[in-house]
């Protein structure tokens, strides 16, 4: 439904109460094995934590961080664990760094290093599997070595890390397909691991985009990047509206055969949400008028739909549920002071908080799966990133832990 949403105020007592009871279900939930990731695993918990220990004045939670933290870095010394940003060691190499980076946490950088080495092989890998995708491949790694080059200071770090990133950047110019001035990348279109051309934020251009929009900033990397990133910016636009009678501005992919998939679901991982995000960061970083203007009426158009039918949110998680939504018109809201933003930023609020299921022990917050409803306290899908959306919601300050899905 595209209507003009009124503006409805933030259920602050309500969101309050949620949020602590979050942190108790964790802090019970995380006595048992849960894997290492940042995302998806012990890492992203430790971060819900210290920033919840951070906004009560409680250092309790902090102590709770850490453990976990711990627990991470056993289950890789047994030699369990993956290098995905997602679930794996190059989330929880990210987080630490973000922790560091907060002052949350002193790092031994002696640590870093070996998860450098790690990271390193990891993406010559997917490099060579031809996987670039955000949360479970190469780009994935990309995006830990660029915090690690923002967080040093040391110039040989930096340069080790920026040659880190070229190689990266090289695999996927020679990769990547090139038609006229349209510049992309084959990659997974569906949950079944299917390949094709997705334009979504989690697996696809839009990642890819906003990816580049950040190395862009870096200015020995800018000749290197530019060509791609305005030919990713033109392969996206070209799908823009074709399909007058669908409920959103692209679809979500396209095959192999070229068969367009359309009504794409309002979500951060998928849809018109990470495509418009990232066109407003590659507007920003290009200096780009008309492309900054083109992004805000791709969100503000995604503004405007609400509703189970056009927008496909079935539960209140950050990937595709009702807080990962609240959460990018906050940002857009701080970022432009459009009103629009805000009324549907508070909106998707008060959704998350009404998708609550009764006498439940996750307080209600549980992920829809296509097996029936699981409980699940990771940052991607679980309550630990609901917590972080409240938390972003409570605080006056612009809080940046969503830097880790390509937001901030």
């Not at 409920?247 to 018109?272: E, H, M, V």
């Amino acid at each position: 439904m595209l209507k003009t949403l009124s503006f409805t105020k933030l259920p602050e007592a309500a969101l309050l109460n949620d949020l602590h009871q979050i942190s108790r279900t964790v802090s019970a939930e995380t006595k048992t094995d849960f894997g290492t990731g940042g995302l998806v695993g012990l890492a992203g918990v430790a971060m819900f934590q210290f920033y919840y220990s951070n906004f009560t004045n409680n250092n309790n939670y902090a102590d709770y961080a850490l453990e976990n933290l711990q627990k991470s870095l056993e289950i890789i010394n047994k030699g369990n664990g993956i290098p995905s940003f997602c679930s794996g060691i190059g989330g929880m190499g990210w987080i630490l760094s973000h922790l560091k980076q907060k002052g949350f946490l002193e790092t031994d950088d002696s640590l870093l290093a070996d998860i450098d080495e790690y990271m390193y092989e990891a993406m010559i890998n997917y490099i060579n599997e031809r996987n670039y995708d955000f949360l479970h491949g190469a780009i994935g790694c990309g995006f830990y070595f660029l915090k690690r080059y923002q967080n040093s200071n040391d110039s040989s770090l930096q340069n080790k890390y920026k040659n880190f990133l070229t190689t990266l950047i090289e695999n996927l110019e020679s990769s990547s397909i090139v038609i006229d001035d349209k510049i992309y990348w084959i990659s997974i279109i569906d949950e079944s691991g299917k390949k094709g051309y997705n334009l979504g934020l989690a697996h696809g251009v839009a990642s890819v985009i906003n990816f580049l929009s950040r190395l862009y900033l870096i200015k020995d990397l800018r000749s290197k990047v530019q060509k791609m990133l305005e030919g990713g910016i033109n392969y996206i636009l070209s799908y823009r509206g074709e399909n007058k009678f669908s409920c959103s501005t692209f679809p979500s992919y396209i095959d192999k055969n070229g068969k367009i998939f359309w009504n794409s679901r309002l979500a951060w991982c998928y849809g018109d949400l990470g495509i418009g995000l990232s066109l407003y960061r590659a507007g920003k970083a290009l200096d780009d008028t008309s492309l900054r203007s083109t992004s805000l009426a791709i969100l503000n158009h995604a503004s405007l739909r609400y509703g189970a039918e056009d927008t496909c949110v079935a539960d209140a998680g950050l990937c595709h549920g009702s807080f990962g939504i609240a959460q990018i018109f906050n940002y857009m809201y701080r970022q432009t002071g459009h009103l629009n933003f805000r009324n549907a930023y508070h909106y998707w609020v008060n959704d998350g908080i009404n998708q609550k299921l009764q006498n439940n022990k996750n307080i209600g917050y549980r992920k829809k799966t296509t097996n029936g409803w699981v409980d699940d306290i990771s940052v991607l899908e679980g309550i630990s990133g609901i917590g972080l959306a409240i938390i972003s919601s409570l605080s006056k300050e612009n809080i940046s832990w969503d830097e880790c899905l390509m937001i901030n």
